[in-house]
């Protein structure tokens, strides 16, 4: 008797792996693909990219009540360049963050970081910006935040992590400067992001078993931390009108 021929199992593609193990990162750049692809078809069809015109973070429009653009810009981008830097780096850094955060607090640390960004920005620059950097550069945050409390759990492999998080911020600050970049977006979205692990985001510790190796629990798991997250977004509405009224001045 012939024994049953073994098969190999298919490479698993990219966009499987991140679909199972980061579904809120991919529909968080899926739904950024839709925007810009509509602004794509505004641009074809008006001349015009409506858009933007209609979503893009700018004082006088928030001030007469749109405040839809607090949230908006942070899914509208300004080319496809702009687009593709800013989910690369999503897509490089989101997986590692819902990973350990989870796939709600990942959009809520996402969503709250990129509108700190865009109401910093509004406060400190009169410019009109968009762009999902100020919620990225929030992951980052969210992340070394996460690694430091974490760093006698994660041993020496916290301190590696948080030397490359040190070079990628600093390389990323930097760029911030140059002209025509929302440093203050990014700066925005990089303290909420750090602020946001601290207030609501998991706490591992590692729990001895009788038998079998230890276990990592999360001692403040999602539906307990929710609360400081709805209380975060209510702190930053009240930030968001004190900038509007701030700006009029």
């Known amino acids: 008797m012939n024994p049953a ?65 607090l949230v908006a810009p942070v899914f509208i981008h300004a080319g496809a360049l702009h687009l593709l830097v800013n989910m690369y780096s999503f897509y490089a850094l989101g997986p590692a963050v819902e990973r350990f955060f989870g796939h709600r607090r990942l959009v809520a640390v996402y969503l709250l970081s990129g509108v700190s960004g865009v109401v910093l920005s509004l406060a400190m620059n009169p410019a009109p910006s968009v762009g999902a950097s ?28 948080l030397q490359q998080i040190g070079v990628v911020l600093a390389l990323n600050l930097i760029l911030s400067l140059t002209p025509g970049i929302d440093a203050w977006g990014h700066l925005g979205g990089l303290v909420a992001g750090g602020g946001c692990a601290v207030l609501f985001g998991p706490r591992l510790e590692l729990v001895p078993r009788i038998e079998g190796t230890p276990q990592v629990v999360d001692r403040r798991p999602w539906p307990g931390a929710r609360a400081r997250a709805a209380a975060a977004a209510v702190v930053l509405l009240a930030l968001a009108l004190l900038a509007i009224v701030a700006t009029a001045w």
């Open 5 to 69: 021929p073994t098969t190999t199992p298919a490479p698993e593609g990219a966009l499987r792996r991140l679909r199972r193990r980061a579904p809120a990162t991919l529909s968080l750049m899926g739904i950024t693909g839709v925007v810009f692809t509509a602004q794509l078809a505004s641009n074809l069809l008006a001349g015009i990219d409506l858009v933007l015109v209609w979503g893009m973070k700018d004082r006088a429009a928030l001030r007469a009540g749109e405040v839809w653009r």
């Open 134 to 161: 100020g919620a990225i550069f929030g992951l980052l945050g969210a992340l070394a935040a996460f690694t430091y409390q974490h760093r006698r759990l994660f041993g020496s492999s916290a301190q590696a992590q």
